[in-house]
DNA sequence: TCTGGGGTCCTAGGACCC
DNA sequence: TCTGGGGTCCTAGGACCC
């Protein structure tokens, strides 16, 4: 029998946009962005929620529910160093801890009543250290499973904790609706109000066969779920190291949809430097690039190549974004531009001797840029468009509203 | 309700090979 | 030339998570 806790940060974003203006403390504040903007809800405050705004929900939307909300950008850079902080103080506690995600993290207590004392003590002595250390408030779910930990935590809040007995998952979850169950979003659950099953008892008294019949794999893992076990995917396996990135990606949306081939060309040209930048500082290379292109109708397509080589430089992945953009662009205006680079290996591979001093020239190149990015903002160097096709002499101006990312925390 | 950005995992079909 | 079956790789799309 185990003993995992679930440990998630309250309104992450938020707390920390607080830590720096705490004059925004209890008002109702929206991060993610102006509402003039297109962009989503990254975190809303508990003020701005009682008006109904949520993550992911359009900013537009959330500012007729609550004009007199606070709007505030988001700032990915802060929110990765609380994370970093929380991150220690877990560690203090136990080396047994797996951030599973900017603001939450599995630890695994198994084992640890002489150091921690019983599990209700000791989630009450871990939730005053990381209040102390980093001035956030969190929640804690502790029980026998990830998958009840973390329905847990979730129960808890805001800055709470709660411990399910082991023997108790079953009246404990089933009450609570289906969509409680991580994986379950809204397609699935439609389709299990099809069926009549609203809440997680109902799917824990269902025949396994019925729902493998109806969902198939996916059915036999719910109904793992439903009796709170870490059926299948990512919830099997130990506390510990987390997997290892399997892609990387950057995406852009306009905030007024374009036919420009330039800015067209210029963007993918600046996806691909963020995201060779990002492989380089990885020590990875990747085999595939995959283009995502979406029109004004919101039709998203995506187009890969799988390359014979693995690369890490920007010209290839220039190169091939650009190819796989205009053999598929309709001329239709484009929303969103993406860059993806997966078949993540760290060796570059075999190269043929004309590649191979291709490579290394680059290297040199964009090792000095990705200095310069380091001391001056990834804005600062671009060789962009002076790739295209070869020889182009132009410097190219950054596309005026590029970079700026919102990663979002979202509560359901 | 006019819908971001960065990820993971799963499915399904076709090519190709033995 | 009436056609099997398994394995692997590649591509495209979609659900879901934070």
């Known amino acids: 029998m185990k003993t995992i806790f679930h440990v998630d940060m309250d309104a992450f ?17 929206v991060v993610g962005g102006q509402p003039d903007q297109r962009g989503v809800v990254s975190a809303a405050s508990y003020a701005a929620r009682k008006f109904g705004v949520h993550s992911a929900m359009p900013l537009r939307t959330a500012y007729k529910l609550c004009p007199q909300a606070i709007f505030v950008e988001g700032h990915p850079k802060r929110y990765k160093e609380c994370s970093e902080q929380v991150f220690h103080v877990l560690r203090s506690f136990t080396p047994r801890v797996e951030m599973a995600s900017i603001d939450e993290a599995y630890l695994d207590l198994t084992g640890a009543e002489r150091l921690h004392g019983p599990p209700m003590l000791a989630a009450h002595k871990l939730h005053e250290r990381v209040r102390e250390k980093t001035r956030l408030n969190c929640s804690i779910g502790v029980a026998a499973t990830r998958l009840v930990a973390k329905i847990c935590s979730d129960q808890a809040k805001p800055n709470g904790v709660l411990w399910i007995l082991p023997g108790a998952e079953a009246r404990f979850l089933a009450p609570l609706e289906v969509r409680k169950i991580p994986g379950v979003g809204k397609v699935t659950e439609k389709a299990l109000h099809t069926y009549g099953i609203r809440r997680i008892g109902d799917l824990a008294s269902l025949d396994r066969n019925f729902l493998e019949s109806k969902f ?13 076990l870490d059926a299948g995917g990512w919830f099997a396996g130990e506390i510990g190291e987390g997997p290892d990135a399997k892609s990387i990606s950057h995406e852009h949306t306009f905030n007024e949809d374009t036919a420009d081939v330039e800015v067209i060309d210029a963007t993918l040209a ?9 492989l380089r500082e990885h020590s990875l290379h990747a085999r595939t690039v995959q283009l995502k292109l979406r029109y004004s109708d919101f039709s998203t397509f995506t187009r890969a190549h799988t390359l014979d080589h693995a690369t890490q430089l920007d010209i290839d992945l220039v190169e091939h974004s650009r190819r796989l953009f205009h053999a598929n662009w309709t001329g239709k205006p484009v929303r969103l531009l993406g860059v993806h680079a997966s078949n993540l290996q760290i060796e570059e591979g075999q190269l043929n001797l004309i590649e191979g001093e291709k490579q290394e020239r680059w290297k040199k190149a964009l090792t000095a ?44």
């Open 270 to 278: 600046k996806l691909s430097e963020m995201v060779a930048s990002r």
């Open 216 to 228: 198939g794999k996916w059915g036999l893992a719910l109904a793992g779920k439903a009796q709170g």
């Open 13 to 29: 974003f938020v707390s920390v946009e607080e830590l720096h203006h705490p004059e925004l403390k209890g008002k109702p504040v």
């Open 369 to 412: 840029v990705d200095r310069i990015r380091g001391k001056f903002g990834t804005g600062s160097v671009s060789l962009g468009s002076a790739m295209k096709g070869g020889f182009r002499e132009r410097v190219h101006e950054t596309p005026a509203d590029l970079p700026g990312k919102h990663p979002r925390k979202q509560e359901r």
